[in-house]
């Protein structure tokens, strides 16, 4: 196990995170550009958020100043198939966010040949200023810290790491007025402690105890447009064998973008 310290910043009303140790990252999850399209088949006219979501990127890039942008995975939506607007609007998204500095994605279940649409492949004439990595389902482990989408077993170095960084659940806590006639979904960020007897069924070749079990940290979804999961919900199903089978529920700690710590999930009536 390392004993490097590694510090956790969230960015203040923004569902990013800064994470510090030998290098500085910027930590990014669910963006799924394109579900515009997918609304639009239903009927709902949205326009393209993809502009907005790249603004509103690079904004935490100006503000964290990262040394690499780590994409959580989901960067685009449609699935199985690459849609004409991932074509267009994905290398254009990374394009633009891989002048600040080095990209790495982790491959989430909505990015099936995402290899296809790096810059260099969709539009080789806009090579990108930095590099662009694309990382597998199972996740890496860089700078001391795990980082997997969370809808696939994650590799078992990743337990190695203090912290954990999943999405894919796209957290939310919901309120509902005493009268129970108005709710209100918001974003949240979850922090949980890994189940240490879970952990080591699932990898006994693993050297780990109990002191030194990671922490997981759930991201919510930089997309506004995804929905996601009300986790203080009565019939909750949490997404991905990480949330819903290696975590100790009962130290789930539910904060939100302001940084308002709101308490444990399990205290939390919905």
Not at 62 to 89: C, M, N, Y
Not at 190 to 218: F, G, H, M, N
Request: glycine residues 6%; hydrophobic residues 40%.
């Amino acid at each position: 196990m390392t004993t490097t310290t590694t510090t956790l910043k969230p960015l203040i009303d923004e569902p990013a995170i800064v994470v510090e140790n030998e290098h500085k990252a910027l930590v990014i999850a669910d963006l799924h550009l394109g579900i515009e399209t997918e609304f639009r088949q239903k009927g709902i006219n949205i326009g393209s958020q993809t502009e907005k979501l790249l603004e509103r990127a690079i904004k935490c890039v100006k503000a964290a100043e990262p040394d690499v942008i780590i994409l959580l995975g989901d960067v685009k939506h449609a699935v199985p198939q690459i849609s004409f607007t991932d074509r267009k609007e994905v290398p254009f998204f990374l394009a633009h966010l891989a002048e600040y500095a080095p990209v790495y994605i982790v491959k989430g279940n909505h990015d099936g040949y995402i290899d296809k649409l790096l810059p260099e492949v969709a539009a080789p004439l806009r090579k990108p200023t930095h590099e662009i990595y694309v990382k597998t389902t199972k996740g890496f482990l860089f700078d001391h810290v795990g980082y997997t989408h969370g809808h696939s077993w994650p590799l078992q170095e990743l337990f190695t790491a203090q912290y954990i960084l999943i999405g894919h659940n796209h957290p939310r806590i919901r309120l509902i007025s005493s009268s129970s006639r108005y709710t209100s979904m918001k974003p949240v960020w979850i922090r949980v402690q890994c189940d240490y007897e879970a952990v080591k069924k699932r990898y006994p070749e693993l050297k780990l105890s109990k002191r030194t079990v990671p922490w997981v940290i759930i991201m919510p979804a930089f997309n506004e447009l995804c929905g996601g999961v009300a986790f203080n919900a009565a019939k909750r199903e949490f997404l991905g064998p990480v949330a819903s089978k290696l975590l100790r529920l009962e130290t789930m700690e539910v904060y939100l973008l302001d940084g308002t710590y709101i308490g444990k999930v399990c205290d939390l009536g919905e």
